[in-house]
Each structure stands twice: as C-alpha cells, then as structure tokens.
C-alpha cells in the first residue's frame, strides 16, 4: 500500500487508472481541472487515451465514441458543464452504454463561485437528461480516501448495469488534501473490498433483452451482429423503431434493471442510530465530515442524536427513512433538495439547515440539534438558513 | 483526543500551501491521519492564501480548523481575520509582516521567518522557516519524518529548505 497526502483529485485519478479506464475526454473547469491534468500524464502510462474536448458537450460525445469502440471511459467537469452533458448523458442511459461521470459541484446557479463547494445538482443528478423513463445511479464520496474507491465502485456499477454512474462530488472532496492509501496490485484492491469488472463485448443478437437482467455486455461497434447504438429507440436487436410496443419494453428495461438490482448500489454509513435516537441528521458528501463530529460531541452532551449519510443518492434509500424521528437534513445549498427526498421518503417531522459556500460549524450543528432537542422550530434568522 | 489544528494564512506566493503540503506528508509518513482545506482568492500572488491543516492519531470527522492549536500569520491581513479564533493557541507571526498584534491573551511568538530566510540566501524558503517553527511548538511528528516530507514535496531545493527549516526549529 502506497501512503500519500493527496488531494480528492488526484485520488479520482487513481481510481480511474485501478478500474481500467483508458479513454478520457474532458474540459478544465475549477474544481475538477486536476483531473484532466492528472489523467494527461498517467494515462499515457498506462497505454490509455487522453483527449483534451472542445467543450463540455464534446467530451461527454468521446466518452461514448471511446465506449462504443469498447474502452473504459470517464470525464470530469463541475455543476457549469454537468448541465451541458443533458443529450449526450441520455443517449449513454439509452443505448446503454457504460461510463463514468465526475461532477465536483461548486455553488452556483450558473458559474457561482469557482472556488466554493455547493451541492446544487442533487436533482439534476437524477434527471440528467430530457424524456424520462429511466433511473441513474449516482455515488457521493465525503473524503479522499473514498473518492478513491468510489471511483472504482462507479465503474464497478457501470460495466454491470451498462449505464453511465455519476461520481458527485464537491469542491472540498475534490480540492481538500488527506492521508491516501493506495493500492499497488489488484490483490490489495481487492483487499479494500473493491472489484474491477474488465470490458467485455456482447456477442449479439440481442443486445437490449425484455428483462431486468443486468451483466450484459454492451455493444462493441464492428465486433459483433450490429447494433445501431443510435440515439432512437431500439429494438431488442439494437436497430432504430418507431414502435411503442419496444418503446415500453426498453423503457421498462431500463427502470427495472437499476431498481431490481438495487442491492448492489445501496450504499450509507449509520452513525448512533443503533439506539433510535429521536433527532437524525441526514446529508451526503462534505457536510457529513462536520456532522460526524458534531454528533459525537451532541452525544458526549448527552443529546439523543444520531447521523445516516448517504454514500449512494440515486436510487434514493426510502427505507433509511422508515423510522419515525426528527430529521434534520444539512446541505450545501439554501433551497434544499436532499430534503425534499427525506421528506418524500420519511414519516416524521423534517427539517432543513442549508449553507451556501461553506461548510457548517460544528458548533452551529450542536446549536441546532440543540434546539430541536427542546421542540424549538430552527429560525431562518438565527440561523442564517432557510426554513424548508 | 489527540486532535492538533494548525491555521496557516498569509498572502499568494509565500508558500502557505507547500508548508501546510509538506506537514501533512510527514504526518502521514508519521502514520498519523492529516488533512487540508486551501482557500484562496482567485489571484495567483498576492491574493489571501489559507491553509487549514487538521492532525490526529484517529480519522478525521470535520476536516475545518474552528480554534486552531497553532496559527501561523505571514500577513497583518492574515492576522486580523484569524486571531480571533486563536485566543486558546499558540500564535506564530513573522514581526516584518504583522507589525500590530492584538490582545496579549493568546501565546505570542516572534519568528523572524523573512530575517532567516534572506541571511541564508534563500528568501523564497520564509515558509520553511516557519514550517520549522510550527514543528517545535506541535511536536507530534519525528525529525525524519519531516525530512522526507520536505525532500518529497520539494525534491530540487531539499537542501536549502532543510536549512530554512532547521534554522526555524531553532529560534
């Protein structure tokens, strides 16, 4: 095991060289630029692709031209180019072809601040591209270290639902420096529990099978009977339909290979809830750093707390949320998102403390947990935040 | 609770980000767990430069540094924004850069870093003197450590910035 001060751009890098991917297509946009740069250098080292994209649009269209030519392939952007993936993102989900996605989110909407961390693309995560009727699977590393193995994780996932798996990070992952263990062969990855699926090409002839059936091996242009890989809707063939009959069945296809499968991606980290306590703090990402010792400090205060942080987003976890408590979801943004999906998801009484730009305080979570320990109702005012 | 927060603020060019770099190598060297959050105005020298480092024998929950144990001044800027949160530390200020300090509650300490820095000859190396500074007030980390650390972050100029650092660790 090699052991570094990195930061979470360069252990993406890491990741993405571990997991086999050899083709990146990106634009530089702050927080993420490290990766693209990081990748220039390693992946010529590793007899891989680099390619430095036009734009946003561009690099997210090389991606799919890379897969479908059968490499592994990721590009990095920030919220500014995540927006701009919306049509080739949805040809990668239609066609189903496997790659991944890193957003570092900073604040926003549009360019925001560019060295700020923001968690604005919760949703836009969820519904990446137009014309509905599918799912998407999205992880969220907290630290640099698992900025590393989700990276793996996400290619892991997108060989075997053959779909694009959005990385959504955020500028203090990203950008923030901490100890990284790396592994120096596949047997020490494997010790950290991780799993590297190699790319394997479908033989045909069907390629988009009715079923929920996942660990098909997407199309490999010129290697097999010829599916169109177009951006219409296919047949189970793989060739271009007008049929509303097929229409269904991949549409179908596409929701029930992820929820029924949803064993494998179902990812979170429980913090002192073994005891039910009443107030539970809920987030994702960076804020779960601050909210793991605010709570630990709460508990030393004898307060009844605990914290579930999210490690995957997309397909939301309803059943974390089954317990009946207070729920206090903390975000890097003030008009709150992952709120709305714990309040959609849970039975008990919600609330919302959002900062925009900055992380919360340890102290000013205690302050919070506090007052709802005593039924008190978190005032935007004294809060600086918005009461959602 | 072995937790240590170390502030390290100053202006762009001075080097804030290599020092907090190199002490959180040697932390990790020292097999310690070490993390750091940069924040810096979007100029490139002379803008407002902030390092917080967090040490600490367990894994790091919050990577923010909120009463930091040592904060390091390399601007009266730096030292107006930040002494506020430090009354319970140790304060390191170089006096040619923060010529007014504040309330004598908080444990001052005079590091002539630019001083050291020049009579050696290497007045780019300011930060390593204080990194040498820092170390003696934290302790936590060995010698050898910090070596490795400073030889693998800056490999061209180890030599000169060990003297920088040993002169630090003197004063």
Known sequence: MRKLFETGNAAITEGAVAAGCNLFAGYPITPATEIAENMSRRLPQTGGFYVQAEDETASLHICIGGALGGLKAMTATSGPGYVLFADPYGWAIGSEIPLVIVNSQRVGPISGITGAPGQGEFYLSRYPTHGGNFETIVLAPNSVQEAFSMTVEAFYLAE??????????????TDGWASLSLPENETELNEMGLKVVPRSIHPGPIFYPPTDEIDVPPVVLGQNTGGACSDWTPTEEGYDTEDIEDQMKHANRL????LSHRDLIDRHESIYMDDDPEIVLVSYGSPSRVIGSAVKRAREA???VGCIRLKSLWPFQDKLFERRAVYLAVELNVDGQLVREVARASRGEVHFLGKCGELP??????????????GCELKSKKWETVVW | MTRKEILISGFGGQGIVTAGRILGHASTLQGLSAAMLVSHGTETRGGYVRSQVVISEEAIDSPIVEKPNIFCAMSQAAYNRFFGISRNGVILYDPDLVKRIGPPSPTYLAIHAGAAARELG?????NMVMLGAILRTLGMIS???M???????????????LMAFEAGYRT
């Open chain 1, 160 to 173: 075997r639902f053959r779909t694009p798996v959005t990385l959504l990070a955020d500028q203090l992952v």
């Open chain 1, 255 to 258: 929701i029930g290979k992820i």
């Open chain 2, 143 to 145: 010698d050898e450590c």
């Open chain 2, 122 to 126: 290497i007045p780019m190396s300011a």
């Open chain 2, 147 to 161: 070596k490795d650390a400073i030889a693998a972050i800056s490999p061209r100029f180890t030599e000169l910035n």
């Open chain 1, 361 to 374: 305080r340890v102290s000013e979570l205690i302050e919070a947990v506090d007052c709802l320990c005593d």
């Open chain 1, 302 to 304: 004898g307060m009844s």
